[in-house]
């Protein structure tokens, strides 16, 4: 079993920057792809980011791209979530997600195995 704790989570105003983190522990895969997905109150839960096994290949969903990064460190098994230029919009519970493949990423929640128990991420006007 595989767990996943995020943190960094808290308060921020709009235009701020914010970075979380997510510590993967338990019986960790050889080779794991990782993501970030958020849910906001009334709304599905969607894709935000996502970093292969090696961490050399990152994927964005539109709406971050530019103003998230994602990165991963393999000594670690923890990966953090950069975010700048903070909107209201990205008001949401942040989830990391572990999939246990070399394939490539994918923004699909399917595709992941294992969660974590998420962070609130609250942005104000």
């Known amino acids: 079993q595989v767990r996943l704790i995020e943190t960094g989570g808290g308060l921020v105003q709009a235009g701020g920057s914010l970075r979380l983190s997510c510590t993967a522990s338990?019986?960790?895969?050889?080779?794991?792809?990782m993501a970030w997905f958020r849910q906001a109150p009334g709304k599905e839960r969607e894709f935000v980011a996502a970093?292969?096994?090696?961490?050399?290949?990152?994927l964005y969903a539109d709406s971050v791209q530019g103003r998230f990064a994602v990165s991963k460190d393999n000594i670690k098994d923890t990966i953090y979530l950069q975010k700048s230029t903070l909107e209201v919009e990205d008001t949401a519970v942040y989830y990391c997600?572990?999939?246990?493949?070399?394939?490539?990423?994918?923004?699909?929640?399917?595709?992941?195995?294992?969660w974590g128990q998420g962070t609130q991420v609250t942005v104000s006007s």
């Open positions: 997600a572990l999939e246990s493949s070399t394939l490539a990423l994918s923004p699909r929640a399917s595709r992941y195995d294992y």
């Open positions: 338990g019986r960790i895969p050889n080779y794991y792809n």
């Open positions: 970093v292969a096994w090696s961490g050399r290949s990152t």
